[in-house]
T-cell receptor
Framework: AQSVSQHNHHVILSEAASLELGCNYS??????LFWYVQYPGQHLQLLLK??????LVKGIKGFEAEFIKSKFSFNLRKPSVQWSDTAEYFC????????????FGAGTRLTVKP | EAQVTQNPRYLITVTGKKLTVTCSQNMNHEYMSWYRQDPGLGLRQIYYSMNVEVTDKGDVPEGYKVSRKEKRNFPLILESPSPNQTSLYFC??????????????FGPGTRLTVT
C-alpha cells in the first residue's frame, strides 16, 4: 500500500515569504495526487490535484504543485504567502484507478506572521 | 448547495455507551469514507464504501462499524466506545466519474471525546 511523507511538521513564515512544502509518496504504480488545506476549525478543502498531463498544477488561492515522478514527489508552492494562509496542509495519494485507498500525510502546520 | 453533513458536531460520551455519527451527502456520490484525525498522524481511513451495500475496511477499522443502506447516508457506529477512540472524525464522499471524480468532499467533522 502507498504511504505519504510530509517533511515539515510546522513552518513559520512572514507575510510575503515564499513557501514550499515537501511531499513524497511511496507507490510503484500510477497515482492521483492531492493537496488539501484545513483552516482552523474547518473541514478539509481541496487546493489542487494531479491526475495526468502537465506536471505543474495550479490550484486555488495562488498555490501550485509540481509532480516529479522520478523523485516520487509532489511539493506545494506559493510565491508570496499571506496571513490568511495560516492553516494545516495535507498531501494525499490514491492509486490511479481507484479512490478507495487514499492515504494522507501527517500534515504540515503553516503559521504566517503578519 | 453541494455538501457533506455530519451530526453531531461535538459529542462527549462514556466508555461502552453505543453511539452513531451520521453522515449524509447530497451530490449523488457513489464513494463515501470515514477518517479519523489525530495530531501528528494526519487522517487515517476507518471504512469506505464504493456504493450501496458495498463497504470495506480502511487502515484502522477496529472498534467501528458502518452501513450503507442508502446512497446518501453512511453512518459510523461505535458499539462500545473506548478512550482511544477520542478523536476528530471526518466523513467524505466523491464521485467516480466526471471532472470532479476522485476528489473527496469532506464534512465539517465530529469531535468525539470518550471518558
Amino acid at each position: 500500500a502507498q504511504s505519504v511523507s510530509q517533511h515539515n511538521h510546522h513552518v513559520i513564515l512572514s507575510e510575503a515569504a515564499s513557501l514550499e512544502l515537501g511531499c513524497n509518496y511511496s507507490y510503484g504504480g500510477t497515482v492521483n495526487l492531492f493537496w488539501y488545506v484545513q483552516y482552523p476549525g474547518q473541514h478539509l478543502q481541496l487546493l489542487l490535484k494531479y491526475f495526468s498531463g502537465d506536471p505543474l498544477v495550479k490550484g486555488i488561492k495562488g498555490f501550485e504543485a509540481e509532480f516529479i515522478k522520478s523523485k516520487f514527489s509532489f511539493n506545494l508552492r506559493k510565491p508570496s504567502v499571506q496571513w490568511s494562509d495560516t492553516a494545516e496542509y495535507f498531501c494525499a495519494v490514491s492509486p490511479g484507478d481507484y479512490n478507495n485507498d487514499m492515504r494522507f500525510g501527517a500534515g504540515t502546520r503553516l503559521t504566517v506572521k503578519p | 448547495e453541494a455538501q457533506v453533513t455530519q451530526n453531531p458536531r461535538y459529542l462527549i460520551t462514556v466508555t461502552g455507551k453505543k453511539l452513531t455519527v451520521t453522515c449524509s451527502q447530497n451530490m449523488n456520490h457513489e464513494y463515501m469514507s470515514w477518517y479519523r484525525q489525530d495530531p501528528g498522524l494526519g487522517l487515517r481511513q476507518i471504512y469506505y464504501s464504493m456504493n450501496v451495500e458495498v463497504t470495506d475496511k480502511g487502515d484502522v477499522p477496529e472498534g467501528y462499524k458502518v452501513s450503507r443502506k442508502e446512497k446518501r447516508n453512511f453512518p459510523l457506529i461505535l458499539e462500545s466506545p473506548s478512550p482511544n477512540q477520542t478523536s476528530l472524525y471526518f466523513c467524505a464522499s466523491s464521485g467516480l466519474a466526471g471532472p470532479t471524480s476522485y476528489e473527496q468532499y469532506f464534512g465539517p467533522g465530529t469531535r468525539l471525546t470518550v471518558t
